[in-house]
Nanobody, 114 residues
Framework: QAHFVESGGGNVQAGGSLTLSCTNP????????AAWFRQFPGKQRELVAE???????EYQDSVKGRFTISRDNAKNTMTLEMTNLQPEDTAIYYC????????WGPGTQVTVSA
């Protein structure tokens, strides 16, 4: 599979929650650092959160305390739990590796209304 397949996006009101998931058969096969990225309209993708094969996470400052990244290497799945969502979190969310990135998938749209 050439890219991750993302799912779980949707429309929520400010303060709401969503859980995103993505999968690719390679996720549990190699040692890697995988990440969630997001892209605002007209902007470049930005790193939201990353996680090592061993499960060590790091977060962009704007999502610390609100988002939780996790992965299940046996199921080749990575998850982003998002709480207290704000309108400025509205974006398309993508998965990929930090190094040796795959092709970008279609992403999943998250829309947060005030």
């Amino acid at each position: 599979q050439a890219h991750f397949v993302e799912s779980g996006g949707g429309n929520v009101q400010a303060g709401g929650s969503l859980t995103l998931s993505c999968t690719n058969p390679s996720l549990g096969r190699y040692i890697n650092v995988a990440a969630w990225f997001r892209q605002f309209p007209g902007k470049q993708r930005e790193l939201v959160a990353e996680i090592t094969t061993g499960g060590e996470p790091e977060y962009q400052d704007s999502v610390k305390g609100r988002f939780t990244i996790s992965r299940d290497n046996a199921k080749n799945t990575m998850t982003l739990e998002m709480t207290n969502l704000q309108p400025e979190d509205t974006a398309i969310y993508y998965c990929n590796y930090i190094l040796a990135a795959l092709d970008w998938g279609p992403g999943t749209q998250v829309t947060v209304s005030a």
